[in-house]
């Protein structure tokens, strides 16, 4: 198995190979999670924290499991109310971690670069939960996994990412390993919510919906993340929705077979219709949720097995 990173930073350091090595362990850990008994020894022996110093309940509760069914000791940080709040800095904090010797450590940061800086100053392996517009790894992961599990393959998809593009740290990393595993990807919104030099990202930009999304085989939605917005970035929701909100209506310029994501969550009458969100036929947004835990799981079997190593060829002080 081809996976030699030492931490979870972005898609940006990953080879096809290990994108593909780490959804096929992940395959394993969906069949694990299906199981009665959900329990592996993988992380046994292991300390897990996650820091996220952004509310967040999906993506946490998502690492919490996927640490405790592989065995590993999990420690959620109340940041909110840490002493990031009574002006301690972040190398000050990466040194106290330091001192209780954690092995896998889970951050979500507001700020672009934060977790590959905290990467920097610990001895232990850190995956990116999400750091500002910059990067959200594991969510791309398990959008692929789904996407793989549902067209039976992960290159050479017409693939739509819609809505809120500027602000989204989903879409950067799906775009970027998308791009990697040779499919055609789109992006469709308003001008507004595109980012500056678009055209340089190797994608296709549409501000049409019906013409951004015909005939792609996967129509990715994207949350209005209106706590990041600062602007009139768009007149209205009613008219967001109108233009640029999925319906029956417009995904019919898709594929007859097209599948309907989302990161969540969702703001239903928004980005996406209420039925077209729950129809079984045309929604994985569930199956995203349970890809999740399996595609955590797996990243950090990956990073723990590579942590064990370097730790073993280290030469031991006397």
């Known amino acids: 198995?081809?996976?030699?990173?030492?931490?979870?930073?972005?898609?940006?350091?990953?080879?096809?190979?290990?994108?593909?090595?780490?959804l096929d362990l992940a395959d394993q850990y969906v069949d694990l999670n299906r199981r009665d008994v959900k329990h592996s020894e993988a992380l046994r022996g292991l300390t897990q924290i996650n820091m996220f110093f952004e509310n967040s309940t999906r993506t946490q509760a998502s690492f919490e499991i996927a640490g405790k069914r592989l065995g590993a000791d999990v420690m959620n940080m109340a940041m909110q109310a840490s002493s990031i709040k009574k002006g301690e800095t972040l190398i000050d904090t990466a040194m106290t971690l330091n001192a209780m010797h954690p092995d896998l450590l889970v951050v979500r940061h507001p700020h672009s670069g934060a977790v590959d800086?905290?990467?920097?100053?610990?001895?232990?392996?850190?995956?990116?939960a999400g750091d500002?517009?910059?990067e959200h790894p594991t969510q791309a992961l398990l959008d692929a996994l789904t996407i793989r599990r549902s067209k039976g393959r992960l290159h050479r998809l017409n693939i739509a990412i819609c809505g809120d593009v500027t602000h989204s740290r989903v879409a950067r990393s799906?775009?970027?390993?998308?791009?990697?595993?040779?499919?055609?990807?789109?992006?469709?919104?308003?001008?507004?919510?595109?980012?500056?030099?678009?055209?340089q990202l190797g994608v296709e930009v549409y501000d049409d919906m019906a013409e951004g999304i015909k005939d792609a085989d996967v129509v990715m939605m994207l949350r209005?993340?209106?706590?990041?917005?600062?602007?009139?970035?768009?007149?209205s929701e009613r008219e967001y929705y109108h233009r640029y909100g999925l319906d029956a209506e417009k995904l019919a310029h898709a594929k007859?077979?097209?599948?309907?994501?989302?990161?969540?969550?969702?703001?239903?009458?928004v980005e996406i219709d209420g039925e077209l969100a729950d129809d079984i036929n045309r929604s994985v947004i569930q199956d995203q949720v349970e890809m999740g835990v399996a595609v955590r799981m797996a990243a950090m079997d990956l990073l723990a097995r590579n942590l064990r190593e370097a730790r073993q060829n280290q030469p031991v002080e006397v």
């Open 256 to 269: 007859d077979d097209a599948i309907v994501m989302h990161p969540g969550p969702m703001n239903r009458g």
């Open 132 to 134: 500002g517009k910059h």
């Open 117 to 128: 800086l905290l990467a920097q100053k610990v001895n232990c392996a850190v995956l990116n």
């Open 174 to 199: 799906n775009m970027i390993l998308l791009g990697k595993m040779e499919n055609r990807v789109r992006l469709v919104g308003p001008p507004t919510l595109m980012p500056s030099q678009v055209d």
């Open 224 to 235: 209005l993340q209106k706590e990041r917005m600062d602007g009139g970035f768009i007149p």
């Open 1 to 22: 198995m081809v996976f030699r990173q030492k931490h979870l930073l972005g898609i940006e350091q990953l080879h096809p190979e290990e994108i593909t090595a780490l």
